[in-house]
């Protein structure tokens, strides 16, 4: 990505608000254009930065790394692997290789829309606060462990020995 295009117009508006000033603007414009296009560059590949740390946020595991090749910034994505394709047993139905893979609550998010009963929308409501959970934490644990299947005691994470802890920690973490 070519930044010169952009530094050198910004470098453009620059000189012709300082032409409105008069000659000393003028002259002080002309000083500062090194320090400017400097700054400018570096903002710019700031702005750069964050944009790629956003966009590899929402495409985890993917990833997008910014590099700079001299003074030209290089986006170079990474996707993310692809996942295995589903098996086809003998009776001719599709069987994935195992069981539903564990889901976990990072990674990106996505909104749906539900409709439910008042009567069951007060009762996850009522049940996620004696859990100490918001009702979305609560809604994404529950459907995480009807997708887990019968028989496999639910989702527990890793390295825990499946017993509810008595503490809480409540709050936002990015």
């Known amino acids: 990505m070519d930044l010169n295009v952009h ?4 470098g453009r508006e ?27 560059r570096m903002t710019l590949l700031d702005v750069l930065s964050s944009a790629a740390d956003e966009i590899t ?8 790394e910014l590099r700079l090749r001299g ?21 001719g139905t ?17 909104r749906i ?17 004696q859990e100490g959970r918001s009702v979305n934490a609560w809604l994404v644990r529950a459907a995480a462990t009807a997708l887990q299947g019968p028989g496999q005691g639910g989702r ?3 390295g825990s020995s499946g017993k509810r802890s008595s503490q809480r920690v409540t709050g936002w973490l990015r």
Do not use: C, M
């Open 14 to 40: 620059f000189a012709a608000l300082a032409e409105a000033g008069g000659d000393d603007a003028r002259e002080l414009a002309e000083r500062l254009a090194g320090p400017l296009e400097s700054a400018i």
């Open 113 to 129: 829309n539900v409709r439910l009963p008042e009567q069951l929308k007060a009762a996850i409501e009522e049940a996620a606060a």
């Open 156 to 158: 527990t994470e890793p």
């Open 94 to 110: 599709e069987a994935t290789a195992g069981t539903v893979p564990p889901i976990t609550e990072d990674g990106p998010a996505t």
């Open 57 to 64: 946020r929402e495409l985890a595991p993917g990833s997008v």
């Open 71 to 91: 003074r030209d910034p290089e986006f170079v994505v990474t996707t993310p692997p692809a996942e295995p394709e589903d098996e086809v047993s003998e009776g």
């Open 7 to 10: 530094v050198s117009g910004l």
